[in-house]
């Protein structure tokens, strides 16, 4: 790629950057002139108590509310397959 090509790039970069910056410190400017900037409020999660069965955990979001239920004694498959494939290299190993 020669010089002149690079430099030429460099500017319209330059150019491309300048006019994002500008729009973005003139729509600020726009809107705190205007008074439609505000602080808005930020909100907290509220606080979920506990519940006391501990097999149902609850998630609560603003827009769904997800329960998963976990079985007494679950085993997770991996280690149900991890578990399954030392038995081959050790067996017997796990009584």
Known sequence: MPVNDVW???KR????YATGVW???GTYAV???TGRLEDIPV??????PLPEDKTRLFFFTEH???VVVCQKDFVPYTTRIYNFIS??????GDE
């Open 8 to 10: 030429k790039w460099y």
């Open 13 to 16: 970069m330059a150019i491309v």
């Open 23 to 25: 729009t973005m410190v």
């Open 31 to 33: 809107y705190k002139y």
């Open 43 to 48: 909100e907290r999660e509220k606080a979920v």
């Open 64 to 66: 769904s509310k997800v």
């Open 87 to 92: 038995s081959f290299n050790n067996p017997g």
